[in-house]
């Protein structure tokens, strides 16, 4: 775009002058969760499995930042992220058959898919915060 | 060619023939993705806890093992799918180069070294 010949031509309306709407939070939520998931989440998970290979001790100290407060923030964060990708993932494959644009349907679930997300993740967590780890 | 606009430049040329194929493997891998994650957490949630013993017991069975290698799999490579449209989007120049260089290695050390813990849980040698 900025290589687009002619220096002096017009560019299109950007960002800047458009009112924010749902399909555009829950579109840059999805490549923010997508990025903490590839990198905090896929580390945490070679993380948990390095320990589970290197013995009890190692995981006895995986488990201890798991379940420090800071842990349990970070570890909240990462499922929040996964499932709410997951759920907004769902959305896409949706939308790529060609359904769910009509105005009302695309506002409902650009709403609904990040908080189903966090619903899921809320539930995850008490289910294992209830049991006792 | 000249030094036209983009589209001047761009007509004539035809397809680039492959632009869909990153766009469906994002989807395949999802797909995956999808099934492992649930397959993981309906797993976590049916252990009765998350101590060393049980889950190194759990990740050892054949079937768990297969599973979290599955997952390795198809999350880094999705992964490495979006990260790469993440640093096409706000990486330029030479950074770009260097990022998808640094984004392919990562990727791939990182699922190795997944999969090798998945081995070593499963066929024992720890």
Wanted: charged share 10%.
């Amino acid at each position: 775009m900025a290589q687009a010949g002619t220096s002096n031509r017009p560019l299109s309306p950007h960002l800047q002058i458009w009112k924010w709407g749902p399909a555009m939070a829950v579109s840059i939520l999805h490549r923010a969760t997508g990025t903490v998931n590839a990198t905090a989440g896929l580390g945490v998970l070679l993380w948990w499995l390095g320990a589970l290979v290197s013995g009890p001790d190692a995981y006895a100290t995986f488990v201890g930042h798991a379940t420090s407060w800071y842990g349990l923030i970070v570890l909240f964060g990462i499922t929040a992220c996964v499932f709410i990708h997951a759920a907004s993932g769902v959305r896409h494959f949706v939308l790529d058959i060609g359904a769910g644009f009509e105005l009302g349907a695309n506002k409902v679930w650009s709403l609904l898919s990040p908080l189903i997300g966090i619903a899921l993740a809320a539930a995850f967590w008490a289910v294992i915060l209830m049991r006792g780890a | 060619m000249g030094n036209g606009t983009s589209i001047g430049r761009v007509r004539g040329l035809g397809s680039a023939k492959s632009g869909t194929h990153h766009w469906l493997l994002q989807r395949w891998t999802a797909i995956g993705n999808l099934v492992a994650i649930v397959y993981l957490a309906v797993s976590l949630l049916l252990l009765p806890n998350l101590g060393y013993p049980t889950v190194s017991e759990w990740i050892a069975k054949p079937v768990p093992a297969l599973a979290i290698a599955l997952l390795i799999v198809s999350t880094f490579w999705h992964a490495r799918l979006g990260l790469q449209v993440f640093i096409e989007d706000y990486v330029e120049g030479a950074n770009r180069l260097a990022a998808i260089i640094a984004l392919n290695l990562v990727t791939f050390v990182g699922a190795a070294f997944g999969l090798f813990c998945i081995v070593r849980l499963a066929l024992g040698g720890a």
